[in-house]
């Protein structure tokens, strides 16, 4: 899997449950309103499953000194034909922020989603108030395109979205 000399993604496996359902946990503050990736067993289980790497490929983020959970991102609803495009979504943990591991991360998220998986755009949609988001974006080359009202339902409510792109000939 691709790696940095700081940061190396994983695939998402079962044997990672247990470590990721903790941290989640830990993180929560740090997520919500933003994001609810699974809190149990059976939710991570569902998650794992939907990661086919036809229609979705996930990735852990782990720190290559001690292998500490960074944070996760996913390429899903991957579109061939015309488009070869995908969305990217990403969540970090609480306690490793400002080290530049997610930034490290995403972008090989990036650049795995425009090499081995030959896509040709990715967007990302981040809701207006996720500052920490948006900057991750803007760091790893992402563009604000528009804005989408109640794009997203997330927590059980419509929620507004800024449209972020990425293309692989930026």
């Known amino acids: ?8 993604l994983c695939p998402p496996a079962v044997a990672d449950e247990e470590e ?14 933003w994001l609810y990736p699974p ?34 991102a996913n390429v899903s609803e991957i579109v061939r034909g015309a488009l070869q495009g995908a969305f990217l979504g990403y969540g970090a943990i609480a306690g490793h922020g400002g080290h530049g591991y997610m930034t490290e991360g995403v972008g090989l998220v990036v650049r795995h989603a425009f090499t081995v998986l030959g ?3 990715l967007e990302a949609n981040i809701q207006p108030g996720n500052e920490a988001s948006k900057a991750l974006a803007r760091r790893v080359g992402f ?4 804005f989408s009202p109640r794009y997203l339902k997330v927590g059980g409510r419509w929620r507004d979205h800024e449209r972020w792109a990425l293309r692989a000939d930026r």
């Open 20 to 33: 990721f359902l903790a941290a989640i946990a830990a993180s929560r503050a740090l997520h919500r309103p």
């Open 1 to 8: 899997m691709p790696a940095t000399s700081r940061v190396l």
């Open 119 to 121: 896509l040709h755009r």
């Open 143 to 146: 563009v604000c395109e528009g």
């Open 39 to 72: 809190t149990t067993s059976l939710d991570y289980r569902a998650y794992l499953v939907t990661l086919d790497g036809v229609r979705k490929a996930g990735f852990l983020v782990r720190r290559r000194e001690d292998n500490a959970l960074l944070g996760w």
